[in-house]
Antibody, heavy 122, light 111 residues
Framework: QVQLVESGGGMVQPGRSLRLSCEVA????????MHWVRQAPGKGLEWVAI????????YYADSVKGRFTISRDNSKNTVYLQMNTLRAEDTAVYYC???????????????WGQGTLVTVSS | QSALTQPPSASGSPGQSVTISCTGTSSDITNYKYVSWYQQYPGKAPKLMIY???KRPSGVPDRFSGSKSGNTASLTVSGLQAEDGADYYC???????????FGGGTTLTVL
């Protein structure tokens, strides 16, 4: 059974940093790309970033480019999102999601974690 | 403002069919087959319902179907059931500038 569990969320002041983790189980982690998607309170979904199955390719939304970094440790079945210089508008539930494609990116988010809330406030 | 445009709400009675539209541009829906739909209940994670425009993941009822014409994708739910009431989001690959874009979401109410 596929499982994705996010952690690391919390309340942080503007300008500070936070690192989210997403530990997965139930599939061959090293063969699939991984996404981060966020959802501000009461709002819709916003794609944040993707990392390829081997970590060689990383792409970001313009809203986070230069501030957020996605990475992965295939030995730990974990994907990370390092968030720097946080802003109030980064407040959201952050979901990690498994891409549909095997050893490639299919751009469909097949399985999702339960999300972790990040609140940026002074 | 979302890159893809969806109606904020849709509704239908049990047993009826309802179609939710998702309008994009030549930068996304028109030129790519990577259209997907997600169902989300309040406080829960989204669930993939349709991928590659019209394919259903295993476990998704065949009451759910997808299509695309030009710059508009559509999700049709046939034989509406009470549990179909949820938020639905469309998504598309949008090339190497924006990568993945979502619609603003449609709240489906089963009357």
């Amino acid at each position: 059974q596929v499982q994705l569990v996010e952690s690391g969320g919390g309340m942080v002041q503007p300008g500070r940093s936070l690192r989210l983790s997403c530990e997965v189980a139930g599939f061959t982690f090293s063969s699939f790309g991984m996404h981060w998607v966020r959802q501000a309170p009461g709002k819709g979904l916003e794609w944040v970033a993707i990392i390829s199955y081997d970590g060689s390719k990383k792409y970001y939304a313009d809203s986070v480019k230069g501030r957020f970094t996605i990475s992965r440790d295939n030995s730990k079945n974990t994907v990370y999102l390092q968030m720097n210089t946080l802003r109030a508008e980064d407040t959201a539930v952050y979901y990690c999601a498994k891409d549909f494609g095997w050893n490639d990116v299919a751009w469909y988010l097949q399985h999702w974690g339960q999300g972790t809330l990040v609140t940026v406030s002074s | 403002q979302s890159a893809l445009t969806q109606p904020p709400s849709a509704s239908g009675s049990p047993g009826q069919s309802v179609t939710i539209s998702c309008t994009g541009t030549s930068s996304d829906i028109t030129n790519y087959k990577y259209v997907s739909w997600y169902q989300q209940y309040p406080g829960k994670a989204p669930k993939l319902m349709i991928y590659a425009v019209s394919k259903r993941p295993s476990g998704v009822p065949d009451r759910f179907s997808g299509s695309k014409s030009g710059n508009t994708a559509s999700l049709t739910v046939s034989g509406l059931q009470a549990e179909d009431g949820a938020d639905y989001y469309c998504s598309s690959y949008a090339g190497t500038n924006n990568f993945v874009v979502f619609g603003g979401g449609t709240t489906l109410t089963v009357l």
